[in-house]
């Protein structure tokens, strides 16, 4: 074989076996399938299905894989046990393409925990890889713990694995302990020492308890890796695997200075890395690479004004090559007014400098108040700020006390025509009582004929949209408005519906001076 001499990186992934190892991370037979499909789908060259000895259940799942599967290698793990080999071997005989993968631990640490001399291993390693490679034609074997092990005694296992017929040699960091130069050393060294090694692919297994294993793995391929052992969302013991959709989208985006290839389609990235996080459990970080909520969303004014001139000046990737529709604009209190006007046009409104000025105000203070501005609060928001009947009466301030005990009371101060009015009263809850000083403020014998909350958004600091109904004399008329207090939003809904009121009474005639107020204060 000379890959190792070629562009091509092969992909084995261990989502469904050192990822499920993740305590809490089982999956469900069926969702195993399901996930084997999308992996094969996607393009991964080799998947490891499982460790069939490990539980009747694991090794009906890798059974079944093996038999579904349409391109991708099947691959199974088994101790260095003649036993698990046979077992193994009878759960990937089904595939088209089937693998057995064997290893033993061969570092000082884990010689001693079967308590095998060094020669005694050496034997146990070319007795089971000749065993595993006179049932299948492809066979992989990993020293583990090969990054703490002796480098003499590494390549002498590594050539007698070799010799037995081991097709892939897999080099773990098991303990995720090496670092990039180091890990490009041991591959090279690897390749330089032991005879046969440019007959076979070194594959590379890391795991991320220092936050280096993708990093490890691609100095790896570098150094003549042309396998990388990896899981979706880097799912896998203690800190995980190697996160596969970083080594893929690394090679992509960098393969100026990584000129390497694999056969995943990275579009399919997204989906996936969603399915392995409902059903493993476990939820991605929001600020994860390539697949996390906000690797391509951007909150920030001076971003936000960039991405919409030139996406390139704040994304190295297409949010299209992960497999996501768009960039996502988060609106909240760090945003700019060019974010806000290509947001507001998206949502189909136009709007002129003055007018996003002002509703740019009304969004800060908004974006003080909650963590982040969806489309429906940004909508909530313009029916209020471009309402040309929502003027004459307006709400300055306004002061709640309720709960439990004593009266539910209200403070409130209005400016009606530009002046201000003040009154206190008692109500039966808070938003009686602001009604009451409404009421108070602004005489009238409009009645109310409808008031109605819904939440805008979800969460506890959502907005609760308040739409309120009045009728006098035959007008109906109906307010809304939206904030994250309900009881503000249900006054300024009730002074809204009034506003409109006062407009209806003009346009049927009235003097415009007809509002009647009085200061109860
Ligand atoms: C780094 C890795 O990810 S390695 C893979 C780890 N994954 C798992 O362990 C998940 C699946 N494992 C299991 O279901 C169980 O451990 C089984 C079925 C494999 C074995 O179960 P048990 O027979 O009850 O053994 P137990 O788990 O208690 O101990 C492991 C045994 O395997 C031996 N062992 C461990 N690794 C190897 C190996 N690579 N080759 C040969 N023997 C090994 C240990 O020395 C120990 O042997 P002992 O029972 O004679 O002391
Ligand atoms: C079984 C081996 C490859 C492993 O998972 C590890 O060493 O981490």
């Not at 080099?171 to 007959?199: C, F, H, K, N």
Request: hydrophobic content about 40%; some cysteine.
């Amino acid at each position: 074989m000379t890959d190792q001499k070629q562009d091509r990186v092969l992909i084995f992934d261990t989502t469904l076996r050192d990822g499920e190892q993740s305590p809490g991370a089982t999956m469900t037979h069926a969702e195993k399938v399901e996930i084997a499909g999308l992996l094969d789908e996607m393009g991964v060259d080799v998947i490891e299905a499982g460790f069939p000895i490990a539980s009747e259940g694991d090794f009906a799942a890798v059974s079944e894989i093996a038999r579904q599967a349409k391109t991708a290698q099947i691959c199974g793990l088994a101790r260095a046990q003649i036993g698990d080999i046979d077992r193994c071997w009878d759960a990937v005989k089904h595939a088209r393409n089937p693998r057995i993968h064997t290893f033993i631990g061969t570092s000082p640490l884990h010689r001693a925990i079967p308590n095998l001399t060094m020669d005694q291993m050496a034997d146990r390693i070319h007795e089971t890889v000749t065993h595993a490679r006179n049932l299948c034609e492809n066979v992989q074997w990993s020293p583990m713990d090969a990054t703490r092990t002796e480098a003499d005694y590494l390549c002498r296992t590594v050539e007698i694995a070799i010799k037995a017929g081991a097709t892939t040699i897999n080099i773990p960091d098991t303990v995720g302990y090496t670092a990039p130069r180091e890990s490009a050393a041991l591959i090279r060294m690897l390749l330089e020492r032991v005879p046969g090694a440019d007959e076979i692919i070194f594959a590379t297994h890391c795991h991320n308890d220092l936050g280096m294993a993708t990093a490890n793995s691609l100095a790896a391929v570098e150094a003549g890796a042309r396998q990388v052992e990896c899981t979706i969302n880097g799912l896998g013991e203690r800190a995980g695997n190697t996160a596969l959709e970083e080594v893929v989208m690394a090679l992509k985006v960098r393969n100026d200075i990584m000129p390497f290839q694999t056969r995943v389609d990275s579009t399919k990235l997204m989906n996936i890395s969603r399915r392995v996080a409902a059903v493993s459990g476990f939820a991605v970080q929001f600020n994860k690479a390539i697949v996390g909520k906000n690797a391509f969303a951007h909150e920030s004014g001076i971003h936000q004004d960039g991405m919409l001139k030139n996406a390139e000046t704040f994304e190295i990737m297409r949010p299209a090559d992960v497999g996501l529709t768009e960039t996502n604009i988060v609106m909240g209190k760090h945003s700019g007014r060019a974010a806000l006007r290509s947001k507001l046009e998206n949502l189909g409104y136009e709007l002129g400098d003055n007018q996003l000025k002002d509703v740019f105000v009304r969004f800060k203070e908004l974006a003080d108040r909650k963590k982040e501005i969806y489309d429906e609060d940004l909508i909530a928001l313009m029916r209020i700020a471009t309402d040309p009947e929502a003027d004459r009466i307006k709400l300055k301030s306004m002061h709640v006390v309720c709960g439990t005990e004593g009266p539910n009371h209200a403070r409130m101060t209005l400016t009606v025509d530009g002046d201000e009015h003040s009154t206190e009263q008692d109500g039966d809850g808070p938003v009686d009582a602001s009604f009451k000083c409404i009421k108070a403020i602004v005489a009238h014998s409009a009645r109310l004929q409808l008031y109605q909350v819904a939440a805008v958004t979800e969460g506890t600091d959502a907005q609760a949209t308040v739409s309120v109904r009045l009728e006098e004399d035959g007008r109906i008329v109906t307010g809304q408005s939206a904030d994250t207090d309900t009881v503000v939003a249900s006054a300024r809904a009730y002074i809204h519906a009034l506003n409109r009121l006062l407009v209806r009474r003009e346009k049927g005639g009235t003097d415009k001076r007809e509002i009647n107020y009085k200061d109860a204060s």
